[in-house]
């Protein structure tokens, strides 16, 4: 099931010290080897079997979240940029790295509380609305 309880942090600036001697290139590796790490953990997923499961994953995760008008009208943005009205492609595409660290924070609220905060949902809306210019 879903993990409200993991924190995202493959996009946090601590990830890196000032002192590190690494280029932009060895950040950007790392930070994806992070975010597939988040991902993993987030949606419970083992190695074994990877994300061989990722659209019966998907397909729970959105039953949990078809009552929240908000998500569903991200996920429907989200969908949009790629010409498609499906709003499980769109939480699939919120679930991208762009996304996931923002997503990942409505969720948890809304799986724990059946609410999101105007703040968080907002923040989200704005990053689709600036990832489509």
Do not use: P
């Not at 429907?76 to 492609?89: H, K, P, Y």
């Not at 990942?104 to 923040?123: A, F, M, P, R, V």
């Amino acid at each position: 099931m879903y993990n409200t309880k993991y924190e995202c942090r493959y996009h946090k600036d601590n990830v890196f010290l000032d002192t590190d001697e690494v280029t932009d290139n060895e950040k950007d590796y790392i930070r994806n080897i992070l975010y597939s790490e988040d991902l993993s953990n987030i949606l419970n997923i083992d190695d074994t079997y990877g994300f061989d499961n990722f659209d019966a994953i998907i397909s729970d995760i959105y039953k949990q979240l078809m009552h929240s008008n908000e998500l569903r009208e991200c996920m429907r943005q989200a969908a949009a940029t790629i010409i498609s009205e499906n709003e499980e492609v769109g939480l699939c595409l919120l679930f991208s790295y762009d996304f996931l660290f923002i997503t990942h924070t409505c969720i948890c609220e809304y799986l724990e509380t059946s609410e999101i905060g105007n703040g968080k949902i907002q923040l989200l809306k704005n990053k689709i609305n600036n990832n489509n210019k």
